[in-house]
T-cell receptor, first 110, second 116 residues
Framework: QKEVEQNSGPLSVPEGAIASLNCTYSDRGSQSFFWYRQYSGKSPELIMSIYSNGDKEDGRFTAQLNKASQYVSLLIRDSQPSDSATYLCAVNKNTDKLIFGTGTRLQVFP | DAGVIQSPRHEVTEMGQEVTLRCKPISGHDYLFWYRQTMMRGLELLIYFNNNVPIDDSGMPEDRFSAKMPNASFSTLKIQPSEPRDSAVYFC??????????????FGPGTRLTVL
């Protein structure tokens, strides 16, 4: 079992819809959770971090964490073609290291 | 700040040659991470430094790989000899400290390495 698992996609959604990206992790001791966005040919950039159970909203983005289910998700409201990218889930087990999933490719079509 | 700087951006070399990748972290950051990204394996941590000291090199694939951080503003990742399976994008990232642990990691633009 991989430490951080994501569906590779592609996840295709129409413009204006809600995109839902999911991530599961194996270590119950994980403390911090991050979503990075990576455009093709570019480097990952942080878009959201979440540390406690529940929802965290930032503009069109909402991160959701459920530690009991070892599940973290990212919702993108009013999806735009510019949101088309690969979204990487990363988990910190209270060390200095981030463990990344392999990413979900999101395609938003007009 | 200019962000994390990496050089070269692209490197094409022949099998058996030595390759050196360079990274300048964001000023004031005390953590530096080297990652490798491939389609098959995703983003893998190779090694990381804290205050110029290597902390965890368990991700370094073989003895052919080595990394140094001689000062707070410079790090190198060296592959000697290089092999075709080393072809990948190599990212350097840096972060500061928040509450005694690493904070948000900021990635450089990456070096795309092709070994023929």
């Amino acid at each position: 079992q991989k430490e951080v698992e994501q569906n590779s996609g592609p996840l295709s959604v129409p413009e204006g819809a809600i995109a839902s990206l999911n991530c599961t992790y194996s270590d119950r001791g994980s403390q911090s959770f991050f979503w990075y966005r990576q455009y093709s040919g570019k480097s990952p950039e942080l878009i959201m971090s979440i540390y406690s159970n529940g929802d965290k909203e930032d503009g069109r983005f909402t991160a959701q964490l459920n530690k009991a289910s070892q599940y973290v998700s990212l919702l993108i409201r009013d999806s735009q073609p510019s949101d088309s990218a690969t979204y990487l889930c990363a988990v910190n087990k209270n060390t200095d290291k981030l463990i990344f999933g392999t990413g979900t490719r999101l395609q938003v079509f007009p | 700040d200019a962000g994390v700087i990496q050089s070269p951006r692209h490197e094409v070399t022949e099998m058996g040659q030595e390759v050196t990748l360079r990274c300048k972290p964001i000023s004031g950051h005390d953590y530096l991470f080297w990652y490798r990204q491939t389609m098959m394996r995703g983003l893998e941590l190779l090694i990381y430094f804290n205050n110029n000291v290597p902390i965890d090199d368990s991700g370094m694939p073989e003895d052919r790989f080595s990394a140094k951080m001689p000062n707070a503003s410079f790090s190198t990742l060296k592959i000697q000899p290089s092999e075709p399976r080393d072809s990948a994008v190599y990212f350097c990232a840096s972060s500061g400290t928040n509450m005694g642990s690493t904070d948000t990691q900021y990635f450089g633009p990456g070096t795309r390495l092709t070994v023929l």
